[in-house]
């Protein structure tokens, strides 16, 4: 039985994913800090799929996270097929408004624990000739957006990142792929306070279940990134063609719009 280790497991796409490679008969270890919830879908997954679970609580916008994270699956004795780097959180506001350690443990969770992440289960799948890896970006991944500085510029990291580091693997049977999803209906708006824009609506929003399944197809398909919903992917390429100074001032635009 393959296993797949998923970040910020608890709810939302992270949780989606968890379903979903239960389905196709995965052992999964689930990680998120809430450790009753963690629990409560490790136990409806074995309930509904037969499937063997683990859950690990950590805290991954701490330094430390990772490293704990990946010595008590070591200490397990259990070997990672998967990786699935979707923890992150969003924020919203001017910079010189924000609260700073807030911005900083994005910054931490969103950029430096998944590279990390990657870094310490690498270099064991490149060794062993076989593994894949999906880094969670946004659509915000492919242009700046201000009232969200830190954690677009986190997203654009995510892809770049993903980009280089899948190149890095050609001919070592190890993939990267970066999910690029636009606005989903999950608990990312009110968290990042921007439950009372127009962004955040709900009729525009994709469930979290169509992205994982997207998610989990370009990953198989050992895809470089996807993009879910042909609206969202048209979004991330037309700025291409604009100024960026332009494009700027459209993505403030529609982030400053309110429900
Ligand atoms: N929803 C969207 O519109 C959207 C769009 C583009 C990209 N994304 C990306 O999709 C990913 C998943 O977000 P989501 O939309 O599913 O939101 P969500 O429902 O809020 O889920 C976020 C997950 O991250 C975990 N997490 C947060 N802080 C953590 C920490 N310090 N350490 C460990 N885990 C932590 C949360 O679990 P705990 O609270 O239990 O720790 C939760 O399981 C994120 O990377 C987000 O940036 C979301």
């Given at each position: ?9 608890s709810s939302?796409?992270g ?6 490679f239960a389905k ?14 963690l629990?409560?879908i490790?136990r409806?997954?074995e309930?509904?799929y037969?499937?063997?679970t683990i859950?690990?609580?950590?805290d ?5 996270g990772?490293?704990?994270?990946h010595?008590r699956l070591q200490?397990l004795?259990?070997q990672?097929?998967v990786?699935i780097?979707?923890?992150?959180i969003?924020?919203?506001g001017?910079?010189?408004?924000m ?6 443990e994005m910054?931490?969770l969103n950029?430096?624990?998944?590279s990390?992440l990657?870094m ?6 490149v ?6 890896i999906l880094?969670v970006?946004s659509t915000t991944?492919?242009y700046p957006?201000?009232?969200s500085?830190?954690?677009s510029?986190?997203k ?6 993903t ?10 049977g ?15 708006f009110?968290t990042?306070k921007?439950d009372?824009?127009?962004?955040a609506n709900p009729k525009g929003?994709?469930?979290p279940q169509?992205v994982a399944?997207?998610?989990?197809k370009?990953?198989?398909g050992?895809?470089t990134?996807?993009v879910p919903g042909?609206?969202?992917w048209?979004?991330t ?10 494009v700027?001032r459209v993505?403030?635009s529609v ?5």
């Open positions: 039985m393959k296993t797949v280790l998923i970040t910020g497991a939302g796409i949780k989606a994913f968890a379903e979903l196709n008969n995965y052992r999964i270890i689930l990680a998120s800090r809430n450790e009753e919830k629990d409560l490790a409806q997954l309930i509904s037969g499937v063997s859950t690990i609580p950590v991954l916008a701490q330094s430390s990772p490293v704990l994270l010595e200490e004795g259990i990672i097929d990786l780097n979707n923890a992150g969003g924020s919203f001017l910079l010189h408004e609260d700073v350690s807030s911005e900083l910054l931490q950029v430096h624990s998944l990390h990657m310490l289960f690498l270099p064991a799948m060794q062993r000739g076989s593994g894949h880094n970006g991944s492919f957006c201000p009232l500085a830190n954690y510029a986190s654009a990291f995510v892809l770049s990142f980009e280089s580091v899948a190149n890095e693997l050609q001919g070592t190890v993939t990267a792929t970066a999910l690029c999803p636009g606005p989903t209906g999950t608990e990312f009110r990042s921007m009372g824009q127009s962004v929003l994709m469930s169509a399944e997207v998610g989990y370009a990953l198989m050992k895809r990134f996807v042909f609206q969202n048209i979004l390429q037309v700025p291409r063609f604009f100024p960026r100074k332009f700027t993505t403030r982030l400053e719009q309110k429900l």
